[in-house]
């Protein structure tokens, strides 16, 4: 009877860790779980007072693969990596992402979360993964995949928790198609993406 518990122990240790791993592989925005009622944390950076681009001067004119004129710049510590946003796909997270990049948001905010093969994880002032901008955005899941290269929102259990915190997929990752808003996608820079290190920084963000 002893031996019979202990296998059944083991099996459900077993199970159980599995099933842990599978969790821990989704961006969620927080590291840690944070209790419902507590508010976000502030945003510990300071805003530019003269953005460098408004949202109204943001070009969302898309090409035939859906993607905007207008190009986000990220300048980090191991080089330069750009997107463009997917407009008709995801209109409000872009138009806010555009506000943040043109307002200097993520000037110096750091890469706090990076999973090798997964994905690469910024966009919180406090540097923890429970922070943002302060300014929760409404899920647009869409029909883009989570490919190499896909920018998205990171979000916590709540789907309309996203707020500042994106991610750029480091591959192929079709659990997450459905679950999370993409709403860009890396047109220059992927061998600088995969060379991110937890703790690198985005120096510079720019739109154009």
Do not use: C, W
């Not at 953005?51 to 207008?70: C, F």
Request: hydrophobic share 35%.
């Amino acid at each position: 009877m002893k031996s019979r518990n202990l296998i059944g122990i083991f099996l459900v240790l077993v199970i159980g860790g599995g099933a842990a791993f599978f969790l821990s592989r989704t961006p969620f925005q927080a590291e840690t779980p944070v209790a419902p009622t507590e508010p976000q944390t502030a945003p510990t950076t300071a805003l530019s007072e003269e953005p460098k681009m408004s949202t109204a001067q943001a070009d969302m004119t898309v090409d035939a693969t859906g993607l905007s004129k207008t190009t986000v710049t990220l300048e980090t510590t191991q080089g330069v990596i750009k997107f463009k946003f997917y407009p008709k796909d995801a209109p409000a997270t872009s138009a806010r992402i555009a506000e943040l990049v043109g307002k200097g948001f993520y000037n110096g905010l750091k890469f706090h979360r990076v999973v090798p093969g997964f994905v690469v994880q910024g966009g919180d002032p406090s540097g923890t993964g429970a922070g943002g901008s302060g300014q929760k955005l409404s899920a647009e899941f869409n029909a883009r995949k989570h490919i190499e290269g896909t920018v998205a929102m990171a979000r916590s259990q709540d789907p309309n928790s996203a707020d500042s915190q994106f991610y750029i997929s480091l591959g192929r990752h079709p659990h997450l198609d459905g679950s999370y808003t993409v709403f860009g996608m890396v047109t220059e820079g992927m061998d600088v993406a995969r060379k991110i290190q937890p703790g690198d920084k985005m120096t510079s963000v720019s739109i154009d």
